[in-house]
């Protein structure tokens, strides 16, 4: 177990996994609780902003993962979160062994992207016209790095009954399981059979900031945000480790400069940071669903990159997130293509018998996701990060 990716605590008993500790609370209807690097994070002021800056957080980050590992792998969606950690590498001349892209490359033959549909149902056209992009400009720029394609749509036909379900972790949906299965990679196994401590880097996630009752401006860090599928192959490597870039308890303060950073920029009274403000959850007036919640945090990650993200965003097609976190629609590539399919009629039935498996009491509404844990932390009063002249209502 990877105590650094947090775990789940039902009665005395610890689960590594969400799941695993759902089913088991689920025999006497018990609580289930979450513990993420509590003892480091509880320690810092968050209301102290660090002196460094954003990149030289990012720079240090990834020297820290480069002197703990043999074998540095870093996943890369052609997002904005992603990016960013690839070339916090790459930019200081910090060596990353292998950047890995996963897409269904081999599912794709009849799918059109687009650059005019920004819904999440057209997810899949990042694929086509952000990320393989990203890594022909990398391989470019950087020749020596080794670039890989991990075509998981074979693995993904290639499903067993609910195995699919528990390789998922937090998103249960169709390419979940497939897309950070890296069976195929038999490099990375012999690397890993011959004992060499191997980082699998994920660029996971942004800063959910929130106004708070009081006035008070906070950051939240879910499970939601942090789960990643685990592990990448079939047969466990205790030397293969999922790496968090962004959240990590290694260097907590980057969080803390991550939301004093964005705190200010986001009221500026520009129409880009107003318009992201307008998108930021706020408890005092909390939007009235969980889908209304997950719309505006869509559309507020995608307008906060370039504060973020200062040395490294760029211009990209990007689709909304998903509002499901159970079937999600940026699979709709996958339900509109091969609905006829052994594989989906399998997907299909594994979820309803799974759906009906799980007691209410541990979903959101209406059932789309398993309810989130979350760690809260106030950063200061609202009027701490508005500017002087800034005197519109928040």
């Known amino acids: 177990m990877s105590v650094k990716?947090?775990?789940?605590?039902?009665?005395?008993?610890?689960?590594?996994?969400?799941?695993?500790?759902?089913?088991?609370?689920?025999?006497?209807?018990?609580?289930?609780?979450?513990?993420?690097?509590?003892?480091?994070?509880?320690?810092?002021?968050?209301?102290?902003?660090?002196?460094?800056?954003?990149?030289e957080f990012y720079k240090i980050r990834a020297q820290q993962i480069r002197d703990e590992y043999d074998y540095v792998i870093v996943l890369c969606s052609g997002g904005g979160d992603s990016t960013n950690v690839a070339y916090s590498?790459?930019?200081?001349?910090?060596k990353v062994?292998?950047?890995?892209?996963?897409?269904?490359?081999?599912?794709?033959?009849?799918?059109?992207?687009?650059n005019q549909d920004i819904s999440a149902g057209n997810t899949m056209s990042e694929t086509m016209l952000a990320q393989l992009p990203l890594m022909g400009q990398i391989h470019s720029e950087f020749p020596d790095v080794k670039i890989t394609i991990n075509d998981y749509f074979d693995s993904l036909l290639n499903y067993s009954t609910d195995n699919w379900i528990f390789r998922s972790g937090e998103w249960i949906h169709p390419t979940s399981a497939s897309r950070y299965d890296l069976e195929k990679q038999t490099h990375i196994k012999d690397l890993a059979e011959a004992g060499k401590k191997i980082a699998i880097v994920y660029g996971i996630d942004k800063p959910l900031l929130f106004y708070d009752v009081g006035d008070q401006l906070g950051i939240i860090i879910s499970d939601l945000a942090v789960n990643v599928q685990r592990p990448p192959f079939q047969n466990k490597y205790s030397n293969v480790e999922n790496v968090l870039f962004y959240y990590s308890?290694?260097?907590?303060?980057?969080?803390?400069?991550q939301a004093h950073t964005l705190a200010k920029w986001i009221h500026m009274p520009d129409a880009q940071n107003s318009f992201a403000r307008s998108k930021l959850l706020d408890k005092r007036n909390p939007p009235k669903t969980f889908i209304e919640f997950r719309v505006n945090h869509s559309t507020?990650?995608?307008?906060?990159?370039?504060?973020?993200?200062?040395?490294?965003?760029?211009?990209?097609?990007?689709?909304?997130?998903p509002t499901r976190m159970f079937l999600g629609e940026h699979d709709d590539w996958f339900y509109s293509l091969y609905y006829q399919t052994d594989v989906y009629q399998l997907i299909e039935s594994d979820f309803r018998n799974f759906i009906k498996a799980i007691d209410?009491?541990?979903?959101?509404?209406?059932?789309?996701?398993?309810?989130?844990?979350?760690?809260?932390?106030?950063?200061?009063?609202?009027?701490?990060?508005?500017?002087?002249?800034?005197?519109?209502?928040?």
């Open 5 to 55: 990716l947090g775990h789940y605590k039902v009665g005395d008993r610890i689960f590594e996994d969400k799941l695993d500790a759902i089913l088991h609370a689920g025999l006497d209807k018990k609580d289930v609780e979450w513990y993420f690097n509590n003892d480091v994070f509880d320690k810092i002021d968050w209301t102290v902003e660090p002196d460094l800056g954003l990149d």
């Open 89 to 94: 590498f790459l930019r200081n001349n910090i």
């Open 97 to 114: 062994d292998e950047i890995i892209a996963s897409a269904p490359i081999s599912g794709l033959n009849r799918y059109k992207a687009t």
């Open 249 to 257: 308890p290694d260097l907590p303060l980057l969080q803390v400069k």
């Open 300 to 321: 507020y990650e995608r307008a906060i990159i370039p504060c973020l993200y200062p040395s490294t965003h760029r211009k990209v097609f990007q689709g909304h997130k």
């Open 360 to 394: 209410p009491k541990y979903l959101n509404y209406p059932r789309t996701g398993f309810k989130t844990h979350q760690l809260i932390y106030h950063i200061g009063p609202i009027s701490k990060f508005k500017p002087i002249s800034f005197d519109t209502k928040i």
